[in-house]
């Protein structure tokens, strides 16, 4: 959410001891590193240089000592296509007879996504305790 790009392992296993991973993600010419040697069963890819209008795939393999298991790879993600945008932060502030509303924007794991969000409107919808109608 919020354009973060978040690989993670599914692995069906009770527990081995020594077992890493390595998680790839690509750009459209190659595969670059982003995880190595990690125990970790998710892979932040981020911040290895992402564009918001990059398509990617996210890619891994387990390590147990000599042994490796095939690469198992991600479906295909455009950032600026398939990022879903959370709520934005909202606060109340009564002052006398006066409701103050302040709102936020979310915020994004890449700046960068602003310029593809840059226009953005709220409906807000408001009551009297114990009116039915809004």
């Given at each position: ?7 993670f392992?599914?692995?069906?296993i ?15 010419t190659?595969y ?41 790879e991600?479906?295909?993600t ?27 924007d ?12 840059s ?16």
């Amino acid at each position: 959410m919020n354009a973060c790009f978040m690989l993670f392992v599914a692995w069906v296993i009770v527990k081995v001891c020594h077992l890493v991973f390595v998680c790839l993600r690509s750009s459209a010419t190659s595969y670059r590193r982003g995880c190595v040697n990690t125990t970790a069963l998710q892979c932040d890819l981020t911040s290895f240089n992402i564009s918001v209008y990059g398509i990617y795939r996210g890619k891994v393999q387990a390590l147990l000592g000599a042994e490796t298991s095939d690469w198992v790879e991600s479906n295909q993600t455009t950032l600026d296509k398939d990022t879903q945008i959370g709520p934005p932060s909202m606060s109340l502030l009564s002052n006398g007879l006066t409701l103050e509303v302040s709102i936020q924007d979310p915020v994004f794991q890449i700046s960068s996504l602003r310029t593809v969000y840059s226009v953005v409107t709220y409906n807000i919808t408001y009551w009297k305790k114990g009116q039915e109608d809004q």
